[in-house]
């Protein structure tokens, strides 16, 4: 069974710009959850969607959304980019969703350069 | 607002010996675990969790202990390996209102040869 996939895996940005992450669940799994990952903060929660709707969200701006289509597959929005939004960006996947307590399977990420 | 103390930030244990980490989280709300380990370039990787109904959960050479009491809960690895050197984070998810996962900050474990 093919894990979670994120494109792109590297990405280079400036201040203003905007940008998208994709996210590929495990087959099957209709829970997607973001995360923000930095030297600084660690490991933060974004959001969560399931069945095309977010059902949790953490403490982060109103720059940052997403959205989820109808085959699990989730997108996240960061716009107007700042220098501290340089992050590793991970989404997991789960087969559940609105409850985070289940097992939650991580792609690789997609690190985001803001210069 | 809540958090979760994770200690030590890194540790560096001889091959064959134990490791310990320890996470202290806030919400008294919290009652679910897991421990997360993260290798260089991949993302994070559950390898034990525990919740709040159960003391402790053993799995091979790891085990989770929990004190509701003191909202402490603690990673033991035992006969450590190399493979074992990577990052560990605990988390605590609390119910409260929605689902919230809060992380530790890390542990950047090191096994000496």
């Known amino acids: 069974k093919a894990g979670v996939t994120q494109t792109p895996r590297y990405l280079i940005k400036t201040r203003g710009q905007q940008v998208t992450l994709s996210c590929s669940p495990i087959?099957?799994?209709?829970?997607v959850s973001w995360y923000q990952q930095t030297p600084g903060q660690g490991l933060q929660f974004l959001f969560e969607?399931?069945?095309?709707?977010?059902?949790n969200k953490g403490n982060f701006p109103g720059r940052f959304s997403g959205r989820q289509f109808s085959n699990s597959r989730s997108e996240m929005n960061v716009s107007t980019l700042e220098l501290g939004d340089s992050a590793l960006y991970l989404c997991a996947s789960t087969i559940r969703g609105g409850d985070l307590g289940n097992e939650q399977f991580f792609g690789p990420g997609t690190r985001l350069t803001v210069l | 607002g809540e958090n979760v103390e994770q200690h030590p930030s890194t540790l560096s244990v001889q091959e064959g010996d134990s490791a310990v980490i320890k996470c202290t989280y806030s919400d008294s709300a919290s009652n679910y675990f897991p421990w997360y380990k993260q290798e260089l370039g991949k993302g994070p990787q559950l390898i034990i969790d525990?919740?709040?109904?159960?003391g402790e959960k053993k799995d091979q050479r790891i085990a989770v202990t929990l004190n509701k009491t003191a909202k402490h809960f603690s990673l033991h690895i035992t006969e450590t390996q190399p493979e074992d050197s990577a990052v560990y984070f605990c988390?605590?998810?609390?119910?409260?209102?929605?689902?919230?996962?809060?992380f530790g900050s890390g542990t950047r474990l090191s096994i000496r040869p």
């Open positions: 525990i919740r709040s109904n159960v």
């Open positions: 087959s099957g799994h209709r829970s």
């Open positions: 969607y399931f069945s095309e709707t977010q059902r």
């Open positions: 988390a605590a998810i609390s119910y409260s209102s929605a689902s919230k996962i809060i």
